[in-house]
């Protein structure tokens, strides 16, 4: 299947081949068939695409917001329309299943929908001054431009909801999606905003080899703001980087995630919350249950339910209606996640269901008899492999959950929202959740972590924070006195 300016960077308005030697072949995870080859870009095209957006910068930050909102309605409306061809090439590009792909879609939609309030919001408010005859004022501008790296996991999610924070307040953006999902995750984007009118320079694109450019996206002297999504080994270096050039970032990193069941939860509830969590998308999700902590009293019988729905779950071709559990990535993640499992067998956990390999396709594993310091636990598994940790009670369940260096998504069930509640305002984690699992994002709520999980928060008036700055002006209207 043949996809328009599959093969392009998008620099200043103008579809263009990169300058590197380098082709990059993107494939289909499931059955390695080719969806495109692209010539990469070397640091003359990411100067290129930093200048495009300097460029371009002051002059859309001065475009009337009732423009900038139609912008964006006409790209949501792109969007819409062209709604069945994302999702199909979801599925092809990232090995989504048909669930996940629309859920995405829709998901980048309604991030769309909240970004549209912003531009009403970049206003100038009058303070008081303890100065006789003085005025201040304090100005939401925006940083200017924004670098953004988007993972492949969600990529077009988590690669819009920074570029349509970004524009909305009035930045540029020079977008660098993972090269496994570029199309989705970036040639679609710039796609739906040219199609919307939206000026040239204001959003480019460029696909890279790390071993080419290295640091330099990050390192470059124009973006003010770089926003990463991605691993947290990942997140540090380019965080420190950032940090030494005066840089502000946004980092939105690796999830070790609790998914507490207490004594009194509901344990056929909590065993359908529980596999969907851990397998959604192969369990390849920052947010996904990682560790699922229960209480002793209930163990055994929540072993066995959570098997029974992991035994329904369809896994392979994830064009099929009713596939829950399609490819991984890539080989290389298949390799990550089975090293993890024998470790963890090694040091003792217990193989309740084994999963099979079929290309880069995992079929579920579940692990019992596991404890905190297992290889399973302590590290986050991007794959289909649920962990299942018994404790004795809510204590040791609360620092059980706490015992990691992640901090992003947690859940607990309980059969008292109040205990619940509870114990859920004692687990270190920018988001957790009583009686669902751990996957949610709202577009208005904030989406972060703690800990080696991030900085920063995205969604709604947050996004809306971290994308802006703010100006004092103050205006003196009447001659002040000075002693001399």
């Known amino acids: 299947m043949k996809y328009a300016n599959s093969n392009k960077l998008y620099i200043g308005g103008v579809w263009k081949d990169g300058q590197s030697e380098k082709l990059y072949e993107n494939t289909n995870p499931y059955n390695g068939e080719v969806l495109s080859t692209i010539k990469l870009a070397n640091k003359r095209d990411i100067d290129d695409a930093y200048n495009a957006a300097s460029q371009a910068q002051k002059a859309w930050q001065q475009v009337d917001n009732a423009e900038k909102v139609a912008i964006f309605e006409k790209a949501i409306a792109h969007m819409e329309s062209r709604f069945e061809d994302i999702v199909r090439l979801m ?4 090995g989504s299943s048909i669930a996940k792909a629309n859920a995405e ?15 009403d919001k970049m206003q100038t408010e009058i303070y008081h001054s303890v100065i006789p005859d003085k005025e201040n004022r304090v100005s939401r501008l925006p940083l200017g431009v924004v670098g953004v790296i988007a993972p492949w996991n969600f990529p077009l999610v988590l690669a819009m909801r920074s570029v349509a924070g970004a524009i909305a307040t009035g930045n540029t953006v020079v977008l660098k999606p993972d090269s496994q999902t570029y199309i989705i995750g970036g040639s679609f984007i710039v796609e739906a905003f040219e199609a919307a009118g939206l000026p040239k320079g204001v959003l480019n694109l460029v696909v890279t080899d790390l071993e080419e450019v290295g640091d330099y996206f990050v390192e470059h002297p124009i973006p003010r703001l770089i926003s990463f999504t991605g691993s947290t080994a990942a997140g540090k270096h380019i965080g420190t980087i950032a940090t030494q050039n005066l840089k502000k970032v946004i980092l939105e990193l690796g999830g070790n995630n609790a998914f507490i069941v207490l004594d ?5 509830q909590a065993a359908s919350a529980g596999a969907f969590g851990r397998f959604f998308h192969q369990g390849q999700i920052c947010l996904s249950v990682n560790r699922i902590i229960v ?4 163990y055994p019988q929540y072993v066995e339910a959570f098997k029974e729905k992991v035994q329904k779950m369809k896994v392979g071709d994830p064009r ?3 596939t829950f559990i399609g490819p991984l990535i890539n080989r290389k993640q298949v390799d990550k996640v089975l090293e993890l499992v024998q470790r963890s067998v090694s040091e003792g956990a217990k193989v309740e269901i084994e999963g099979k390999v079929e290309g880069n396709v995992i079929s579920p ?6 404890t905190p310091e297992m290889a399973v636990s302590q590290n986050e598994v991007f794959g289909p492999v649920a962990s299942i940790i018994p404790v004795d009670n809510e204590e040791e369940a609360i620092k059980v959950a706490n015992a990691s260096i992640f901090g992003l998504s947690g859940a607990v069930f309980s059969g008292s929202l109040d205990r619940g509640i509870r114990v859920a305002d004692q687990i270190h984690t920018g988001m957790i959740h009583v009686n669902d699992q751990t996957i949610n994002q709202e ?3 904030p989406f972060g972590g703690e800990k080696s999980s991030g900085l920063g928060r995205f969604g709604g008036e947050f996004s809306f924070e971290e994308f802006t700055t703010v100006k004092w002006t103050s205006v003196q209207k009447q001659p002040r006195p000075f002693p001399f």
Request: hydrophobic share 40%; charged share 35%; proline share 5%.
């Open 295 to 298: 209480d002793r009293k209930i």
């Open 91 to 94: 599925i092809e590009e990232s």
């Open 365 to 370: 594993f579940v692990l019992t008899d596991v």
């Open 105 to 119: 879609v829709w998901g980048t939609i309604a991030i769309l929908r909240d970004a549209i309030t912003y531009p």
């Open 264 to 268: 009194d939860a509901d344990i056929e």
């Open 320 to 322: 099929e209606e009713e």
């Open 443 to 445: 577009p208005h709520i």
